[in-house]
């Protein structure tokens, strides 16, 4: 089946970092654009960052602007996002998904097609 799996997620102090992995099975990677969502409880999905298939395009909400980056390995079928210098509001279950074409930019977490389960951020002093 076509999976993704995220992993990296924890316990973090303000200010401190974390390195999420997402890692595809059942598919290739590098035909799909990634991206991260996050989603607090009581919130709707956020679009965190973006990544398109090749690399060359890479967005970023403002609210992680700076501080997070994505990227990929696609000889790893991997994508990251390393995440630097984390506030409380980080906080949530961040998601990976994949998406086919890219219709809007950036791209919105309806327009992903397939999923992660998430793992789970959580920065606390």
């Known amino acids: 089946q076509v999976q993704l799996v995220e992993s990296g997620g924890g316990l973090v102090q303000p200010g401190g970092s974390l390195r999420l992995s997402c890692a595809a099975s059942?598919?290739?990677?590098?035909?799909?654009?990634i991206g991260w969502i996050r989603q607090a409880p009581g919130k709707d999905r956020e679009g965190v960052s973006y990544?398109?298939?090749?690399?060359?395009?890479?967005d970023y909400a403002d609210s992680v602007k700076g501080r997070f980056t994505i990227t990929r390995d696609n000889a790893k079928n991997t994508v990251y996002l390393q995440m630097n210098s984390l506030k409380p509001e980080d906080t949530a279950v961040y998601y990976c998904?994949?998406?086919?074409?890219?219709?809007?930019?950036?791209?919105?977490?309806?327009?992903?097609?397939?999923w992660g389960q998430g793992t789970q951020v959580t920065v606390s002093s």
């Open positions: 998904a994949a998406l086919t074409y890219v219709s809007r930019w950036p791209p919105r977490p309806v327009d992903y097609d397939y």
């Open positions: 990544i398109s298939s090749s690399g060359g395009s890479t």
């Open positions: 059942g598919f290739t990677l590098d035909r799909y654009g």
